[in-house]
């Protein structure tokens, strides 16, 4: 009698199939598996790379042949530095007018540092970015670059006293820069260059600290090379605090693509991941023709950006 079943069972599943089978059985819905099989069609456009360009990394002598390159390479985000900002903005947004491109962020040009050890030379840094981020508000900026302190701002206060005192400070401009529509994007340096903020992650837990829509961090593939593990961590620890990128050659801080292996995919992964909306801005020297390592820095990072 048992064989019997098992017979009259088999020739059940045969006759309906595998997908009918486990449907009659309760496991799945019948039209599971085809569904599953069938190719399941994009409803969603992914991250797109917006590449920027430091205004002295642009080929052209004028600021409006600067700007003429940018729009023939199909660069829409310039980056102009901080110093004497307020009395450029005038002639900025004349030279931006009818033109795709947009002010990224504001490369520094504040004065003094937020863990000096002296209260003056800790007012002259807020004053000066105060200065600053009402000038990047006037541009549509979306934020000031900003170095707590690197290692020739001596006497700095130690570690844990100078975390406290920057949190504090950083609360101030965090509020300045919301009214102004801009924020404030701390940046991680490599070990060279300062000795207090060089990981992406503890950029990061300073924002989270901080609280403030208006303080924001940023990573740099220059600097990550020599300080971060994997570029693919060091931007998932920014998350939602990561609001500005900065590319270079890995090994000498030149046009990405003159270093031999220069490689930017698994960094480029993981921007895809958090949904970065921002700009990649060139912050790097050359030895060669602009005109010629540009328009192939682009080409490249274009190509690794597709095959992230």
């Known amino acids: 009698m048992a064989n019997s079943n098992n017979d009259t069972r088999r020739d ?3 006759k309906i199939g595998v997908g009918g089978a486990m449907a009659a059985l309760g496991t799945i819905p019948a039209l599971s598996l085809a569904a599953d099989a069938a190719p399941k069609k994009r409803t969603q456009k992914g991250p797109v790379l917006n590449l920027g360009l430091q205004e002295s990394v642009a080929p052209g002598q004028t600021l409006t042949e600067k700007l003429d390159f940018m729009e023939a390479n199909g660069v829409y985000g ?9 009395s450029r903005v005038t002639e900025i947004q004349k030279a931006l007018q009818n033109r795709q491109i947009k002010v990224t962020a504001i490369c520094a040009g504040f004065q003094g540092w937020l863990i000096a050890t002296n209260e003056a030379d800790r007012k002259k840094c807020i004053d000066s970015s105060k200065e600053i981020l009402a000038a990047a508000g006037a541009l549509g900026s979306y934020g000031m670059i900003l170095v707590p302190g690197f290692n020739g701002q001596q006497p700095s206060l130690p570690f844990v006293e100078a975390r406290e005192i920057l949190i504090e400070q950083l609360k101030e401009l965090g509020e300045f820069a919301v009214k102004n529509n801009t924020t404030i994007i701390l940046e991680p340096l490599n070990r060279r260059e300062a000795w207090f903020l060089r990981m992406v992650a ?3 837990s300073i924002c989270r600290d901080v609280d403030s829509p208006g303080v924001t961090c940023m990573g740099d593939f220059w600097h ?3 300080e971060e593990t994997d570029d693919m961590g060091a931007f998932l620890s920014g998350q939602k605090y990561l609001n500005h990128v900065h590319v270079a050659s890995r090994k000498t801080r030149r046009m990405p693509g003159e ?3 220069d490689n930017y995919i698994t960094g480029f992964k993981a921007l895809k991941m958090i949904n ?3 700009y990649v801005s060139f912050e790097c020297g050359t030895k060669n023709d ?3 390592v540009v328009p192939a820095a682009l080409k490249l990072l274009r190509e690794q950006w597709d095959l992230a």
Not at 78 to 86: C, D, F, P, V
Request: aromatic share 12%.
């Open 224 to 226: 990550m090379t020599w």
């Open 78 to 86: 310039l980056e102009i530095g901080g110093g004497k900002l307020a």
């Open 276 to 278: 970065y909306k921002h």
């Open 12 to 14: 059940f599943l045969k």
């Open 202 to 204: 503890d950029a990061a």
């Open 259 to 261: 270093d031999e292996g």
């Open 290 to 292: 602009k005109n010629i």
